[in-house]
């Protein structure tokens, strides 16, 4: 009878459990699918979170990038003005050396100039205090130019009457003359004057015309600076004949100022409108008979 009652509970028992299982199961399957719907939520919002991080990131790298760019263009055209700069720089540094080039030769040359006129000036004054008496009694001036001398010797003092060979007299004051241009770098010209009057038949004979006559007087004179040591190749014999008169050829004092012989000293470089236009006539003077 027991096992009857055993039996009977366990049949009214069974459905019981089985509504208690199927509610435990329902409980897990409500649980289970509460647990994945906050799971897939919470793994949206997260994926959500990243992808709102990752697309501020692209727009921050966005805008870094273009930031990149301007400093970019901006650092190209900075290099661009630094490139113009150094190369305006390079240039103006060039004008500077060449200025400065130019200013050293100018400076040079002027230094040059200014030893010149003091070379010059000495051989003035030393020729007026060597040749004082001569310079006192009128016979010889000289003249400072701007840039040489000019010595005017008359022809008396160097020269008898009609003749190209030099007075003893005349030879020593040209040595003198000679030994104060030696120190000089100037040309030394020599020019020959005469007066207008024809020659006589005796010269005319021996010389043809004044011209002659002069060109041969200026010729001695550049022999004899010769022989004292004065380059040759500084030397010049010019014959102006009775065409560059200092005074009348009317009177006879005129006559005899104008047969005279001027020595120029002359720079070696000089401008073309203070060049002496007169060609040079230097015949080959015979020596004179006795």
């Known amino acids: 009878m027991w ?6 509970c366990n049949r009214r028992s069974r459905p019981r459990r089985s509504a208690s299982l199927a509610f435990a199961g329902l409980l897990v399957l ?12 919470e793994v949206v919002g997260s994926l959500e979170a990243e992808n709102a991080r990752l697309e501020q990131r692209i727009v921050d790298l966005e805008r870094s990038n273009r930031a ?9 055209s900075d290099m661009e003005d630094l ?16 200025s400065k080039t130019l200013l050293t030769a100018h400076l040079r040359e002027r230094e040059e100039q200014v030893s010149k006129l003091s070379r010059l ?6 020729l007026v205090a060597d040749l004082e008496a001569e310079v006192a009694s009128g016979q010889i001036q000289i003249e400072q130019l701007r840039e040489g001398l000019r010595l005017n010797l008359q022809q008396e003092i160097l020269f008898p009457s009609g003749a190209v060979t030099l007075d003893p007299r005349g030879a020593a004051v040209l ?37 002659e006559l002069a060109a041969a007087r ?22 102006y004949g009775p065409y560059a008169p200092l005074e009348s050829n009317d009177t006879a004092e005129g006559r005899a100022r104008n047969r005279r012989i001027e020595i120029r000293l002359v720079p070696v470089r000089v401008p073309e409108s203070d060049a002496m236009s007169v060609p040079a006539v230097v015949p080959d003077a015979p020596a004179e008979t006795p």
Not at 175 to 195: F, I, P
Request: glycine share 6%; aromatic share 4%.
């Open 3 to 8: 096992e009857r009652s055993m039996k009977h």
């Open 30 to 41: 409500l649980a289970a699918a509460c647990v994945t719907r906050g799971t897939h939520e």
């Open 68 to 76: 990149l760019g301007d400093e970019r263009v901006q650092l190209i």
């Open 83 to 98: 490139r113009q700069t150094r190369e305006a720089l390079a240039r103006d540094v060039e004008k500077l050396e060449k």
């Open 121 to 126: 000036q000495s051989t003035y004054e030393g």
């Open 175 to 211: 040595k003198k003359v000679a030994a104060k241009l030696r120190g000089t770098d100037h040309r030394v010209e020599v020019q020959g004057h005469s007066d207008n009057v024809p020659l006589s038949r005796s010269l005319a004979a021996r010389w043809g015309t004044n011209w």
């Open 218 to 239: 200026a010729s001695q004179v550049v022999r004899l600076f010769e022989e004292q040591q004065i380059d040759p190749r500084r030397l010049t014999a010019v014959s």
